[in-house]
């Protein structure tokens, strides 16, 4: 087993003289961590409490395990507690925070104490997200740079959240370096090539490749990539894949045998899926799957490998001498051949829209906004990744943004639960009404975001009535960023009003 890891990621290899540049004060987040679970309150105790930024400790929870409290074995690698530390990590770790290794193995806030306690000894005088994340190897920082960047909306194991407070402004300030790779390059153009530890896999010269084998890594990217560099594994796969973008790297050459398999190993290739498959609604997204399907293609294509269910198979299907059930019940095989066959290209649609609002709000008063939407696309929406916007103009500012809740200014939510098509779905979220001085109709516009990918579905508005606090002044305006320009005569009938509105939105 490992010495010395955290989050399953060499200490060994952590550089502590990285330049990074600090944020301003200013351009923090008055709530870094927020959200209905306990566990936005526990990273903000444990981590205010030991000196290390709540956020990073959020944010390395999500990276690692999804916000889940795991203890999993794969390829002679096993992952613990909240932030998916090895157990001789996790012992180090309980020591320095003066808590029992059984109490950081199976408490959430005594797994958490121990890795902030690990983080914390790498440099006593650590202070800042920075200084933290300057401690930190290349790749597990580019990581949680991009978390950070575009916030998390999150959920513990009961379905409670965890908000992220988004902070765009750490990819323009922080001054950090790439990671080097090893000399070579991919057989499969779109991956990045990182070389495997040449321990932990077979030099060959093979041309005849009958299959191709599907795992899950029962870890992190970053962990998983680390872990095959490392001369005690022994085992290795020839690419790796994670789950919230579907970036590839390639480890070991194609012609080259990777120990992923067992006895199964001879001609095949074998493709891991950053992971764990108890939790597959967490893990194996859209870009995954997707880009998975096109690495699949690549490769049946080149070794005449049938596209098909058999040929290209899980590890826990594989005649390979072993008792491996990944990547597990939860992984659509139906939906990911079906992209293997066709090379699919995901369509992101949205049909008719129903929204659930307060009819009416004080200034400083708050509401919950519940937006119902058909999934009409040909892809799942994913936690996390599919996000309602702020539009009119895109991205703009708005102004019943709730700090805690949302997860910036132009972004309300993720959806609530995992939406296959042809589902519905719906993204719940809370919204302040601001300071005015005379009783006006707000007109707030939303769209659906596939992060980093594109906008889609029909313009959804959020329209109701802001009185000031202490009663009306008397007179009547109209706001926004729709067009609400004739509500105010409906305030006529305000008596009427009924205390929420429900409005339906044409899909496209």
């Given at each position: 087993?490992r010495?010395?890891?955290?989050g399953?990621?060499?200490l060994a290899?952590?550089?502590a ?5 600090p ?7 008055r ?6 679970s ?16 709540p956020?990073l400790l959020?944010?390395l ?10 203890s999993?074995t794969?390829?002679?690698r096993t992952?613990l507690?909240?932030?998916g530390?090895?157990p001789?990590?996790l012992?180090l770790?309980?020591?320095l ?7 950081a193995s199976?408490d959430a806030?005594a797994?958490?104490r ?12 650590a202070?800042t ?11 597990t920082?580019?990581e949680?740079?991009?978390?950070l960047a ?7 194991a009961a ?8 902070r ?5 300030a922080a001054g950090?370096?790439?990671t080097q790779?090893?000399?070579g390059?991919a ?5 990045t ?5 040449s321990g932990?896999?077979?030099?060959a010269?093979?041309t005849k490749?009958d299959?191709?084998v599907?795992h899950?890594t029962e ?9 095959f560099?490392?001369?005690a594994a022994n ?7 994670k789950s919230?973008?579907?970036?590839i790297?390639q ?5 080259d045998?990777?120990?992923?398999d067992a ?5 095949t290739?074998g ?5 764990y ?11 995954m ?7 699949s293609?690549y490769?049946a294509?080149?070794y ?8 290209i198979l ?5 005649p ?7 990547p597990g019940?939860g ?6 051949i ?7 290209a ?5 049909g ?5 609002a307060?009819?009416s ?9 519940t937006v119902?939407?058909?999934?009409n696309g ?5 936690l ?17 943004f709730?700090d805690?809740?949302?997860?910036s200014?132009?972004r309300?939510?993720?959806?609530d639960?995992k939406?296959e098509?042809g589902?519905t779905?719906?993204?719940t979220?809370d ?7 005379e ?6 516009a ?7 990918t594109t906008?889609?579905g029909?313009?959804i508005?959020?329209v109701f ?5 202490g ?5 009547c ?20 009003l ?6 339906a939105?044409?899909?496209?």
């Amino acid at each position: 087993m490992r010495q010395g890891t955290l989050g399953c990621v060499a200490l060994a290899t952590l550089l502590a003289g990285a330049c990074v540049a600090p944020l301003s004060d200013s351009s923090a987040p008055r709530v870094p961590v927020g959200g209905t679970s306990s566990l936005a309150g526990m990273f903000t105790r444990v981590g205010t409490e030991m000196g290390v930024p709540p956020e990073l400790l959020a944010s390395l929870s999500y990276v690692e395990t999804r916000l889940q409290f795991v203890s999993a074995t794969e390829h002679n690698r096993t992952t613990l507690g909240l932030l998916g530390l090895s157990p001789a990590d996790l012992a180090l770790g309980a020591r320095l925070a003066g808590v029992t290794d059984a109490a950081a193995s199976t408490d959430a806030e005594a797994s958490v104490r121990a890795a902030a306690a690990l983080l914390k000894s790498r440099d006593p005088s650590a202070r800042t997200l920075e200084d933290f994340l300057a401690l930190l190897d290349d790749s597990t920082r580019a990581e949680l740079i991009a978390v950070l960047a575009r916030g998390v909306d999150g959920q513990d194991a009961a379905g409670d959240s965890v908000v992220i407070a988004a902070r765009p402004e750490i990819d323009r300030a922080a001054g950090f370096g790439t990671t080097q790779q090893a000399l070579g390059g991919a057989d499969y153009a779109p991956a990045t090539w990182s070389a495997a530890y040449s321990g932990n896999y077979q030099a060959a010269s093979r041309t005849k490749i009958d299959h191709i084998v599907i795992h899950d890594t029962e870890g992190s990217y970053a962990g998983s990539i680390s872990w095959f560099k490392d001369p005690a594994a022994n085992v290795s796969a020839h690419y790796v894949i994670k789950s919230s973008t579907g970036a590839i790297t390639q480890m070991v050459k194609e012609k080259d045998i990777a120990w992923h398999d067992a006895c199964f190993n001879t001609t095949t290739v074998g493709i891991e899926h950053e992971g764990y498959a108890a939790k597959p609604e967490l893990w194996f997204t859209e870009a995954m799957y997707v880009e998975s399907a096109k690495l699949s293609a690549y490769l049946a294509d080149k070794y005449q490998v049938p596209k098909e269910h058999g040929s290209i198979l899980g590890h826990g299907e594989a005649p390979d001498c072993s008792d491996h059930s990944d990547p597990g019940p939860g992984w659509n095989w139906a939906h990911y051949i079906d992209l293997v066959k066709t090379g699919g290209a995901p369509t992101f649609l949205a049909g008719d829209a129903t929204v659930d609002a307060p009819a009416s709000l004080t200034s400083g008063e708050t509401g919950t906004v519940t937006v119902t939407i058909t999934n009409n696309g040909n892809v799942a929406w994913d936690l996390d990744l599919t996000r309602l916007g702020t539009t009119a103009p895109q991205d703009r500012e708005s102004t019943v943004f709730l700090d805690g809740d949302w997860l910036s200014p132009s972004r309300a939510t993720g959806v609530d639960t995992k939406v296959e098509p042809g589902a519905t779905g719906t993204f719940t979220f809370d919204i302040i009404a601001p300071e005015v001085r005379e009783t006006e109709v707000l007109d707030e516009a939303f769209q659906l975001v596939q992060q980093d990918t594109t906008w889609f579905g029909p313009e959804i508005h959020v329209v109701f009535q802001v009185a000031p606090k202490g009663g009306d002044s008397g007179g009547c305006s109209a706001s926004g960023s729709g067009s609400a320009g004739t509500a105010c005569a409906m305030l006529l009938l305000g008596a009427l009003l009924p205390a929420r509105r429900r409005r339906a939105v044409r899909g496209l």
